[in-house]
């Protein structure tokens, strides 16, 4: 019990990581256009964060829980791959690149696993699908940011440039609170997948037949959104200004229309349990409502070093996560 109880705390350090490392997806926008102080807008996205589970059914959080053979989990795989996930989620962070926090999950989850009991270990139409969506949900943010931005555009061209910025703010207001949302309810989810995995290593939680999601208790739905929500009003002021300054140059009407396509991309996902990346998602959304201008307007050196961030991500988290099931391994730790 004390093991699942220590997996459990280790789980939710990583759900306030992932909150303070990925706040600036859901407050870089509304922060750089200065629509909201850095303090009020982590209050604003730290709610929105929490009360996501009132909106999403769990669908991610039970794929999560069915990516590995439920034989081969155990509570020292978990460990090994959420200390994976963490170590490099820190690493980016000090370094103020805004890598993906569920990649580097799902690549700690997966190195560990491989090390035990190989490549058969992995449910590959599961990571398939997530390594899938790597590029998909970038590509899906950047389109829809571009053409939301040209429409509003088209509405707005002639309309006093005064009166459309002060719209425009207020609707930042809206845009950043769903992004929040969707941000909460894909992101807490992959926590609560790796819980609900530990649950069913110790055998507190009874695995479902092979192809089916697991139940995820209520009380773990709960921990989860709260460790995030806390973890986003900490705030993660590093990446925060590579996201909302360093990528391109937002207006509150590119900011209201990079955070709305972002939400969009969110919410089919969520809604198709597909755990994405909320890095990749907003970091597309932004640079496709940059390029409408030109695309010089992207600082594409900025944008070149967060991608080699999303390329090292999933290997360098499986890489550390194998090296602490081994050094387990090494010193007896059954499992």
Known sequence: MAALLAIIALALIFDFINGFHDAANSIATIVSTRVMSPRMAVLWAAFFNFVAFLVFDTHVAGNIAKGVVPSVVTLTLVASGLIGAIVW????????????????LLGGLAGAAIT?????????????????FIVVSPVVGLIIGFILMHVVTAIFRNAAPRKVDRGF???????????????????????????????????????????KSPHVPLWVVLICHAAMGLGTMSGGWRIVRTMGMKITKLAPVGG?????????????????????????????????????????????GVAGRIVWAWVLTVPAAAGVSA??????????IPG
């Open 89 to 104: 989620n820190l690493v980016t962070w000090y370094y103020g690149l805004p890598s993906s926090s569920s990649h580097a």
């Open 323 to 332: 090296l602490a099931y081994l050094l387990a391994h090494a010193l007896g």
């Open 169 to 211: 703010r207020s609707m930042q207001l809206v845009s950043a609170a769903l992004y929040s949302l969707g941000h909460g309810g894909n992101d807490a989810q992959k926590t609560m997948g790796i819980i609900v995995a530990a649950l069913i290593a110790s055998g507190h939680l009874v695995a479902t037949e092979k192809g």
């Open 256 to 300: 209201f229309c990079a955070e709305t396509s972002g939400a969009i991309t969110l919410f089919m996902a969520t809604g198709l349990g597909i755990p994405v990346s909320t890095t990749h998602t907003i970091t597309g959304s932004i640079v496709g409502v940059g390029s409408t201008r030109k695309l010089s307007a992207v600082r594409w």
């Open 116 to 132: 035990k009991a190989g490549f058969s270990s992995l449910d590959s139409k599961f990571f398939g699908k997530t390594a899938l």
